[in-house]
């Protein structure tokens, strides 16, 4: 099946450091990327959707300054996590469709701890 | 965006059938029920779509009422490797170009030995 790979799969940084998360489709051509926050023992949150060539579209209350995201290619989607802050830290997931399937494929996440 | 309600948890014993039902009382027209799975520190894995009536795959059933304001997730026999978080979620497919998943609490299926 399709596959939606993240890396890296976990990263430590400093506070006030810019950590940057890569989201990419394999085999299949996404023009449109989900990303999610989970923090522990929560559910999924939807933070933004990634549309290729255009600017993303947040959620109600996600900084957009503060969560960058790129999405320059059909292949690849980038979150960038500015000025991290230990509440920062979480578990970062995306996802994407190849349009093809009724189904949304989910990478395999991102661990964040920001010191 | 259709809202959905899932019991928190579940317990089960390995070999049982686990019946996990997911309320979703605004369901759209346009809108098909997908269910997921997700282990600790891992993303969310598709199990099975429907739209209505019964679906089945090589790992769950799902079972849609009329009026499609519930759905119930059927996993046969269940092991411990089951044990994890389901996730019902309510949208537009995503060959539809629109949809956008939110996810809900999601329940907390513990298999028991």
């Known amino acids: 099946g399709a596959v939606v790979s993240q890396h890296p799969s976990w990263v430590i940084c400093k506070s006030g450091t810019s950590v940057k998360i890569e989201c990419r489709s394999l085999?299949?051509?996404?023009?449109?990327m989900f990303w999610y926050r989970q923090f522990p023992k929560q559910s999924l949150m939807l933070m933004a959707t990634?549309?290729?060539?255009?600017?993303?579209?947040?959620e109600q209350g996600v900084e957009k300054d503060k969560f960058l995201i790129n999405h320059a290619s059909l292949t690849l989607s980038t979150l960038t996590v500015t000025s991290a802050h230990p509440e920062d830290s979480s578990f970062y997931i995306c996802?994407?469709?190849?349009?093809?399937?009724?189904?949304?494929?989910f990478g395999e996440g991102s661990r964040l701890t920001v010191l | 965006l259709a809202k959905t309600t899932q019991p928190i948890s579940m317990d089960s014993y390995e070999g049982q059938e686990v019946n996990i039902t997911c309320s979703h009382n605004?369901?759209?027209?346009?809108?098909?029920i997908t269910w997921y799975q997700q282990f600790p520190s891992q993303g969310p894995r598709f199990i099975i779509q429907g739209y209505k009536t019964k679906v089945t795959n090589e790992v769950a059933s799902l079972f849609i009422p009329a009026d499609r304001k519930s759905s119930t997730l059927s996993l046969p026999r269940v092991s411990l490797s089951d044990t994890a978080v389901y996730y019902c979620l309510v949208g537009d497919s995503p060959t539809s170009g629109t949809y956008k998943y939110i996810f809900g609490t999601g329940t907390r299926l513990k298999v028991l030995a």
């Open positions: 605004n369901i759209a027209t346009n809108d098909y």
């Open positions: 996802s994407a469709s190849s349009g093809q399937t009724g189904e949304l494929f």
């Open positions: 085999d299949f051509q996404a023009t449109t």
């Open positions: 990634s549309n290729e060539g255009s600017k993303a579209t947040y």
